[in-house]
């Protein structure tokens, strides 16, 4: 079975340092890799994703992740944090199943609350 | 683009009604994909389609759900009969073909609430 975890549910910091979002995978594969931000009452957007290229990922508003394969860890970094960073971040997998259309569902992670103070 | 358009925004309903949540997807997106958010369960995929067909509904919490996509340009979730611990955001998003890594867009999201 594959999963999705995010090791951190609240992360706290001071704007203008750094962010890191953590999120391992479990898998006999190398999934497609997402990382999702939510603001509050609002849909889910794209920030970046892997998908066996690269393996350092650059993202939109300045964030990246990096595929580290041999620690299966797919984790969200940022330089220097913005009060406008604020939400919600999940982590996402493709599943893989029988047949070439099962790559699309998705496993997501629980969610880092991002939280970002003056 | 407009990207993906859901309705209503909020919907409150007494137990027992039926409801009905609406997406209308990207104009080429072959793929729609139902999604529900709870507290507790997070983020749920419930069922997707594939050019109209439901590929995969084993998320579908039970026969009180349903969906269809008559068309490529509107899919329905239906809950009849609603209950209190249907109370979520319901989640349409939609993906183009090309493989597992293309992108799967999320409209705004449906917020209900089931007295």
């Known amino acids: 079975a594959q999963s999705v975890t995010q090791l951190d549910s609240h992360v706290s910091v001071s704007e203008g340092t750094p962010v890191l979002l953590r999120c391992n995978y479990s898998s006999s594969y190398s999934p497609s890799l997402f990382w999702y931000v939510q603001h509050p009452n609002k849909g889910l957007q794209l920030l970046l994703k892997?998908?066996?290229?690269?393996?350092l990922v650059k993202g939109i508003n300045g964030f990246e992740a990096e595929f580290k394969k041999s620690e299966t860890s797919f984790h969200l970094t940022k330089p220097s944090a913005h009060m406008s960073d604020a939400a919600e971040y999940f982590c996402?997998?493709?599943?893989?199943?029988?047949?070439?259309?099962?790559?699309?569902?998705?496993?997501f992670g629980k969610g880092t609350s991002l939280l970002v103070t003056p | 683009d407009a990207g993906v358009i859901q309705s209503p925004r909020h919907e409150v309903t007494e137990m027992g009604q039926e409801v009905t949540l609406r997406c209308k997807p990207i104009s080429g997106h072959d793929y729609l994909f139902w999604y529900r958010q709870t507290m507790m369960r997070g983020l749920e995929l419930l069922i997707y389609?594939?050019?109209?067909?439901?590929?995969?509904d084993s998320g579908m919490p039970e026969d009180r759900f349903s969906a269809k996509m008559p068309n490529a340009s509107f899919s329905t979730l239906k809950i009849q009969p609603s209950e209190p611990r249907d109370s979520a955001v319901y989640f349409c998003?939609?993906?183009?073909?090309?493989?597992?890594?293309?992108?799967?867009?999320f409209g705004p999201g449906t917020r209900l609430l089931v007295l």
């Open positions: 996402v997998a493709t599943r893989i199943g029988f047949g070439s259309n099962s790559g699309y569902a998705l496993n």
């Open positions: 389609f594939n050019n109209n067909v439901p590929i995969d």
């Open positions: 998003a939609t993906a183009p073909s090309g493989g597992a890594g293309e992108t799967q867009y």
């Open positions: 892997y998908t066996s290229a690269a393996t």
